[in-house]
């Protein structure tokens, strides 16, 4: 069953139906802070009746620091790796309180909100457990801006290859302190959850997919998925006013497919479709590796690397996200 929900088709759509801000200005993020951005997208998306849990993250210290807050939502902060255990709470709390008659039938939209370490690492097994809870609908959003930002860019396993954090610096003896690869959160939620309705990625610089989205999200009933990937101008080393840019060279060089899978059905949207039709020709990755200072030690030898790990993605792999098992990629000789 695909979901019947109100979408935003054009630029037109999405400024009349999002026109009330409930994430506001006055907030502490970073100048050009995307993640910002997506909260800003995600709260117009979800409207006045939401619940949303922030586990401790960049969004927590920036958002609700000394009794103020940007939210217009009623928000609750749990700890870092609380978000599936409060999501579920929220949830089922609202579900009993309805179900006794104590509070009126009504649809509350519960959106978790947690960031990469927060979420894909010390957070990954209550948000897995959540997943699971088929009986409750919640929204569990993954801010990714590729390390711990709050807590002054520290690596987490959704740092990319060969980026610079403040616990993967280059050195005279090794160069590439960060030569895991990635992980794939939205492929892992789908294939580990097989009960979940809506698992997509999503990007703010494409605001009406975003939006889209989220809506979807919370539309189809019980737990869904989110992965936002999120320019970061402190971590990743570029002049805050090129967060748009970096976003968009995100989803053209093909780094970041924009996808969801509803019901199974996996799908393509916005930019990443027209790749794949053929409609836009995939950027190569140097445009957005050569952006960033958290990659100005990377060799042409090591941008040949990832370009053809994007390949390999973009060209064999079933779903953005799942490698196949059969497949190897020779790493590029690094002299170290
Ligand atoms: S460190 Fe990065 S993610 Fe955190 S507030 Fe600043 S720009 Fe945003």
């Known amino acids: ?22 994430f506001n200005a006055g907030h502490r993020t ?27 993250g960049c969004m927590y210290v920036a958002n609700t620091t000394y009794y103020t807050t940007a939210w217009a939502l009623p928000w609750i902060h749990t700890q870092l790796s609380g978000t599936g255990s409060a999501v579920v709470g929220t949830a089922a ?20 909100i947690c960031g990469d370490l927060g979420c894909a690492d010390a957070g ?4 897995s457990n959540a997943l699971t809870h088929t009986k409750y609908s919640f929204l569990i959003l993954m801010y990714d801006n ?15 290859y060969g980026a610079l954090t403040t616990f993967s610096p280059s050195g005279k003896q090794i160069r590439i302190m960060k030569y895991r690869w990635k992980k794939n959160m939205a492929a892992m939620m789908v ?39 999120d320019p970061c101008p402190k971590g990743w080393g570029y002049d805050p006013k090129y967060s748009h840019e970096i976003g968009k060279l995100a989803v053209e060089t093909g ?55 994007v390949d390999e993605m973009w060209e064999k792999w079933l779903i953005p996200g799942l490698i196949p098992l059969t497949k190897e990629l020779p790493y590029p000789e690094t002299k170290q």
Request: proline residues 4%; hydrophobic residues 40%.
């Open 191 to 229: 294939v580990g959850h097989p009960e979940v309705r809506y698992v997509a990625t999503a990007i703010a610089t494409d605001p009406i997919d975003l939006y889209n989205k989220v809506r979807k999200a919370l539309e189809i009933g019980g737990p869904t998925f989110i992965h936002t990937l």
């Open 124 to 127: 990954l097994s209550e948000v």
């Open 146 to 160: 590729e390390s711990s930002a709050n807590t002054d860019i520290q690596e987490t396993t959704m740092t990319p």
């Open 30 to 56: 970073c100048q050009g802070c995307e993640s910002a951005m997506v909260l800003r997208w995600v709260a117009k998306a979800a409207g006045p009746n939401t619940i949303v849990i922030g586990a401790t």
């Open 255 to 309: 780094i970041w497919p924009l996808f969801e899978i509803e019901d199974g059905k996996f799908r393509l949207t916005s930019t990443s479709a027209r790749i794949a039709r053929g409609e836009v020709k995939r950027k190569p990755v140097k445009e957005y590796i050569r952006r960033q200072t958290r990659f100005k030690h990377l060799t042409d030898e090591d941008i040949e690397y990832i370009q053809r790990k």
């Open 93 to 112: 709390a609202l579900k009993a309180l309805m179900d006794k008659g104590k509070l009126p039938r009504e649809k509350i939209n519960v959106i978790g």
């Open 1 to 22: 069953m695909t979901v019947t929900v109100r979408l935003a088709r054009t630029v037109k759509d999405l400024l009349q139906m999002a026109q009330t801000e409930y």
